[in-house]
């Protein structure tokens, strides 16, 4: 476990020299914080229902959650809490690589939005060996601070186009329940705003627009 990259541990190797969570930026990100205790991590916990241990609630490092799984539940659950954890970190991961890029993939600094304007990055995870994609959103305010974030496993495995259009509408359905009426999107896949904005009704991304 010592080998996950969790700000922690590259503070103990010399890489950065801040332990906190790029996640939630409340408590430094150990392991257990990473894959259990973190705001993220526990949105995607909330949905195991039927969760043998309540490790959410005791202080437990991540080596005895496993054990105390082994001894309260079944082979099944032990799989289903080392799956989930494996996702929480991916997801994670990326949502970190969204939220502390300050560059964007042509190598432009991003740019604050004007006064009262908030702006809308969305990131994409995909593959083409069947995985699931996934999706992040990252909302800044007119001083470039976050607002809020957001990161989604979908169910399917979608084309880059595709998996982009959903982190759209997915920054689009987060800024509407925060009550935002102005806002910017940044994205770097041209070809899946093309496709929104065409808002052919019979298409794939249409109904985003």
């Known amino acids: 476990m010592d080998g996950l990259p969790t700000m922690m541990n590259l503070h103990k190797r010399g890489v950065n ?7 939630c930026g409340k408590e430094p990100e150990s392991v257990l914080h990473s894959l259990v205790r973190c705001e993220v991590a526990r949105r995607i916990w909330d ?3 039927n ?11 991540i080596t005895n959650v496993a054990l105390k799984i082994c001894e309260s539940g ?5 799989e289903t809490f080392l799956g989930v954890a494996w996702i929480s970190s991916r997801l994670q991961n990326r949502l ?22 908030f702006k809308i990055n969305v990131d994409r995870v995909t593959s083409e ?10 909302i800044r305010d007119s ?17 880059v186009t595709k998996t982009e259009a959903l982190a759209v509408e997915c920054g689009v359905l ?5 009550e935002l009426s102005h806002i910017i999107i940044e994205s770097d896949a041209l070809a899946a705003f093309q496709g929104i904005l065409a808002a052919e009704i019979e298409g794939n991304l249409g109904h985003v627009y």
Do not use: H
């Not at 969760?51 to 490092?61: E, I």
């Not at 976050?146 to 989604?152: L, P």
């Open 174 to 178: 987060l800024a509407r329940d925060m």
């Open 129 to 138: 060996n069947g995985r699931s994609s996934s999706v992040g959103v990252a």
């Open 74 to 78: 079944i082979t099944q659950d032990l």
């Open 51 to 61: 969760c043998p241990v309540d490790f959410l609630s005791n202080a437990m490092d």
């Open 96 to 117: 970190s690589n969204l939220l502390s890029s300050s560059v964007s993939g042509r190598g432009k600094k991003r740019t604050k939005p004007p006064p009262r304007t």
């Open 47 to 49: 949905f195991w229902v």
């Open 143 to 159: 001083t470039g601070m976050i607002t809020a974030a957001w990161c989604k496993y979908l169910q399917g495995q979608y084309s």
């Open 17 to 23: 020299g801040c332990e906190l969570c790029p996640c």
